[in-house]
């Protein structure tokens, strides 16, 4: 079978690797178990992105109900969006992760 070679911009990384986020997954759920206040990695901090998130999400000019508006994070990760989303009063969470060892249990709807 003939492979068609990646466009420069998208070269293979181990970010595309199943292997990569198991050991992240592994790496980060012994951390959380030593320390329960460590989160673990979180994506994208050096844009700040999930500020970026969160402002837009909670923003009055939205105008989300914290109490009743359901968040579903597809690909949670470490679940870092849905802890800031508690915080901020958000009671409605779920999560979806099909790396091994993440459950999607925070929150209820």
């Known amino acids: 079978m003939m492979t068609t070679p990646h466009p420069t911009h ?3 990384s181990q970010l595309g ?3 990569y986020w198991d050991k992240t997954y592994t790496h980060d759920l012994r951390n959380h178990a030593h320390n329960r206040a460590d ?3 979180v994506w994208f901090s050096d844009s700040l992105a999930e500020e ?3 402002e837009y999400l909670l923003s009055d000019e939205l105008g989300l109900d914290r109490e009743t508006t359901n968040f579903l994070d597809v690909g949670a990760g470490n679940g870092g969006l849905l802890f800031s989303l508690r915080r901020g009063g958000v009671r409605r969470r ?3 992760e099909k790396a091994r060892g993440r459950r999607g249990s925070e929150g209820r709807w």
Request: charged fraction near 35%; glycine fraction near 6%; charge should be positive.
């Open 39 to 41: 989160i673990g990695t």
């Open 94 to 96: 779920r999560e979806m």
């Open 10 to 12: 998208l070269t293979p």
């Open 17 to 19: 690797t199943k292997d």
């Open 52 to 54: 970026k998130i969160l």
